[in-house]
């Protein structure tokens, strides 16, 4: 079910960040949702544990900013 999260995640978050570079230009919101992603596929790879909770949390804290950023920017 983690497979399908990520993939949805990642889906949605190209979309949306994706139309915010096309709105304001900047580059800063999708790098930053990408690292988040990455950090959320990386939990994939590990057991269960606090290693997998630090990389899942740490990778949607900052497709959550990311995408805050993205907000304030297109403002």
Known sequence: IHEI???LAILVGAVTLGIGVLRHGLLLPLALG???LSLMG???TVPHG???ALL???GVALVAFAHIRNLHLAA
């Open 42 to 44: 990386l939990a994939l």
């Open 5 to 7: 999260g990520l993939g």
């Open 56 to 58: 899942t949390i740490a």
């Open 50 to 52: 606090v290693q997998e």
């Open 34 to 36: 990408a690292a988040g």
